[in-house]
């Protein structure tokens, strides 16, 4: 699991940590009852204070997502690919939401909307045909 930190994108550390957990797990990168990285390593890997860690580990356990396997550490839930592919289409669509206020706040027509949306669709699923080749 590799983890993308930008320090610079208002996104608070220990969220972008979070986020991305989740998104390993909805996406099958990481498994049920796999282990996480340990705090130090993953402090290490993403080059974050190890507080940051504990605080994003804590809110995953919180969450239902990671559980403390006694002596061995942190291990993935097995609800937690569930409830992670949940948690990632609520956080795409809450920024589609954002998007799509911005647009009818700036009198952007409900067609040009879709449009581009159709668009960006297209581009995707053109570069996911393309990384498969």
């Not at 990168?29 to 080059?47: C, G, K, N, T, Y």
């Not at 592919?85 to 795409?92: A, G, S, T, V």
Request: hydrophobic fraction near 40%; glycine fraction near 4%; charge should be neutral.
């Amino acid at each position: 699991m590799i983890l993308h930190i930008d320090p610079s994108n208002g996104i608070p550390i220990y969220e972008q940590i979070v986020r991305q957990v989740k998104f390993a797990i909805a996406n099958g990168a990481l498994q049920v009852a796999e282990h996480v990285p340990s705090v130090r390593d993953m402090a290490r890997i993403s080059a974050v204070n190890p507080n940051t860690v504990v605080r994003a580990y804590r809110e995953l356990q919180n969450d239902g997502i990671l559980k403390s396997i006694r002596g061995t550490g942190l291990a993935v839930t097995a609800e937690a690919p569930t409830l992670c592919r949940r948690i990632r289409l609520e956080m795409i669509q809450q920024r589609l939401r954002s998007v799509i206020e911005e647009a009818a706040q700036n009198q952007v027509d409900w067609d040009e909307i879709r449009q581009l949306v159709e668009r960006e669709i297209q581009h995707q699923s053109e570069r996911s045909r393309e990384s498969k080749s």
